[in-house]
């Protein structure tokens, strides 16, 4: 397939001078307020329809929006400032592609394309991370490593991806390449973190398949430690380069504190925490419980096995090793043996993929028969289609609220919270 010129034209009068053609924020030019008020909206006619059908009580809430500072709380509808939120986002990430001349070029792939648009900062990642990836190229360039070329297959460089830190500086670059032995990468990972000192991770993943998806399934530290810490609700959490960890951490706290509000625990609960990732959810609520002198029993299940390193490290750091586990498994399979085994769950935290979760996760989830399901989810088309069978199996939503994560765009991220009568 032949490669189309790059794109080129800047997009004069608009708030980003790329918007149009990179089509990552594609609500950019919309005032917040309009933003929240429209995805409201588009929550409501997803909702209402299913709490009509069970005659639930709950009503869809106001989405809540980032405030005009990080030490300002979530803002609805009503208050939200005019201001528009910026530097939002602490992952970025930018493909490579060879350019004309031999070097290496990184940026963002045209909306639609894989045609790279140079970006020289981008307002809504974290301060200095685009300035960071673009480095990246140069130095590529200068040490001769070659960018990884997608019609011809050869060449090395496919991907780099950058995780800020929220509340500590420091941030973990993961460098995703064709095949493992890349000459001079070790140096220009040492040369990256000689010049950015917040670097405390280099990792190399590689990824050999033909693919649009960004990581492949070998990852090596090149330079620096094994994981970067960031806080999130006073917990500590260290995450490695392939764990999951959420996009707009200022917003995850809103997120969080809603699900451990949802959970309504009391002591000694029996949590369970699927798709749990790194474990900060379980965790975080764990926390919580402690502050209010009471501890819980935490199980978390994740198909990682990087996530699940981390939870348990996670535990450790937060003092909750004595009273969590973590298994690496597939959610599904965890559940129907749990169901089997007849385990004791009082409160089930569910947050999937954006494919939601499986009808037989969600038949063993009743039998088990917690008290609460909170769950959790970044796609609320396959949480309507899970609540529905949730909904058949007996349980009530008591509260649903959406929470925007992702400012800019049309996704929400939402918060359900269910008891059994
Ligand atoms: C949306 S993330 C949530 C992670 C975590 N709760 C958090 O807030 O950071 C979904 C997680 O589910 C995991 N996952 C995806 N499919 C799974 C499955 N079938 N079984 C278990 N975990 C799965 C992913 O690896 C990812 O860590």
Redesign the pocket.
Known sequence: MAKKPAAKHTDAGAPCPIMHSCGGCAWLGLPYRKQLARKHTAMRELFEPLIAQFDWDAQVEPVLGMGASRESGPVTVADAPLASPRALRHKAATPFAPAADGSVRGGFFARGTHDIVDCPACAVEAPGARELLNDVAHLATELGIPAYDEDRRCGQLRYAVLRCGWRTDESMLTIVTRSLEVERLDELAHRLIESHPELVTVAQNVNPRVTNAILGGQTRILAGRERMTDRLLDCTFEISPVS???VNPQQTEVLYQLAIDGMDLAGSDAVLDT????G??GLAAAAAARKQGFDIALTG????PE?VRDAVRNAELNDLDGTSSFIA????EYMLEAARRGDHVDVLVM???RAGSTPEFLDASSSLAPRRIVYIS?NPHTQVRDLKHLGRAGYRLERLTPVDLFPHTEHVETVAVLTRP
């Open positions: 999951f960890y959420q798709y749990c990732g790194s900060t959810i299940v994740e198909r990682n996530g498994r597939d959610a599904t947050d999937p993929p970044c």
